[in-house]
């Protein structure tokens, strides 16, 4: 018996993504009059199949690309700090669409923060607040609280919209090394390390999201 592949699996039982729907293996994702990014359904499906089994992504945010998997996926987790290097107590962030995909990783005193992301500012900002203890301490490392983003990129917020979860979200890039802002150079560096690319431009940004603890309001990157 032939074992299809798993994009080929899914496509089979997806016709309604088949309609109007162009599969360019060259990568087809582009941007759209500069500001709209076209985002295939099928690539976003597939995406978040991966990420709920366990596997690591890398995709374009507000300025570089990220690695990325599941906020509960312990070994997934693991697996993007040794492709990082990067010692796990400095903790990890996590992106998402809406408010609701990050409540189950808060506190209590965190719960009663939420409203910071109601705010607007003229950059990006991750926000501190305290964390469940519940939370494994590979994602949040030593600290009591853990870095959060509700992101406007349309490539992170169709992948948690798809996946209906916020997304473990770092550069990638190893420990002192330059971050990588194209696709390309995430495959060549790390193509068979991360399980699938989500292929697109990132959102334009020259530097990284502001960082502000929502609890003392202290800003800790500008």
Same mark, same amino acid.
């Given at each position: 018996?032939?074992?299809?592949?798993?994009?080929?699996?899914?496509?089979?039982?997806?016709?309604?993504?088949?309609?109007?729907?162009?599969?360019?293996?060259?990568?087809?994702?582009?941007?759209?009059?500069?500001?709209?990014?076209?985002?295939?359904?099928?690539?976003?499906?597939?995406?978040?199949?991966?990420?709920?089994?366990? @596997?690591?992504?890398?995709?374009?945010?507000?300025?570089?690309?990220?690695?990325?998997?599941?906020?509960?996926?312990?070994?997934?987790?693991?697996?993007?700090?040794?492709?990082?290097?990067?010692?796990?107590?400095?903790?990890?962030?996590?992106?998402?669409?809406?408010?609701?995909?990050?409540?189950?990783?808060?506190?209590?005193?965190?719960?009663?923060?939420?409203?910071?992301?109601?705010?607007?500012?003229?950059?990006?900002?991750?926000?501190?607040?305290?964390?469940?203890?519940?939370?494994?301490?590979?994602?949040?490392?030593?600290?009591?609280?853990?870095?959060?983003?509700?992101?406007?990129?349309?490539?992170?917020?169709?992948?948690?919209?798809?996946?209906?979860?916020?997304?473990?979200?770092?550069?990638?890039?190893?420990?002192?090394?330059?971050?990588?802002?194209?696709?390309?150079?995430?495959?060549?560096?790390?193509?068979?390390?991360?399980?699938?690319?989500?292929?697109?431009?990132? @959102? @334009?940004?020259?530097?990284?999201?502001?960082?502000?603890?929502?609890?003392?309001?202290?800003?800790?990157?500008?």
């Amino acid at each position: 018996m032939t074992v299809l592949p798993i994009w080929k699996r899914l496509w089979q039982k997806m016709p309604h993504y088949k309609k109007n729907l162009r599969v360019n293996q060259s990568f087809s994702d582009h941007w759209i009059g500069q500001t709209l990014a076209y985002i295939n359904p099928f690539k976003m499906h597939v995406a978040a199949q991966i990420i709920h089994q366990g @596997g690591v992504i890398a995709y374009p945010t507000e300025a570089v690309y990220g690695l990325g998997c599941h906020p509960s996926a312990i070994k997934a987790i693991q697996r993007i700090l040794d492709i990082k290097r990067r010692p796990w107590q400095k903790g990890l962030i996590l992106v998402a669409s809406k408010v609701d995909q990050i409540t189950p990783y808060l506190s209590d005193e965190g719960l009663k923060l939420i409203d910071c992301f109601n705010e607007t500012h003229k950059r990006p900002v991750t926000w501190l607040l305290p964390v469940s203890p519940e939370v494994s301490p590979l994602l949040r490392g030593n600290h009591s609280k853990i870095a959060i983003r509700l992101s406007q990129n349309p490539y992170v917020k169709a992948l948690c919209d798809a996946a209906n979860s916020a997304l473990v979200s770092t550069s990638a890039n190893r420990a002192g090394q330059p971050e990588m802002t194209t696709a390309e150079e995430v495959r060549c560096q790390m193509a068979g390390e991360v399980d699938m690319i989500i292929v697109g431009p990132t @959102g @334009g940004h020259t530097r990284p999201s502001s960082i502000i603890d929502a609890q003392t309001r202290e800003v800790l990157r500008a």
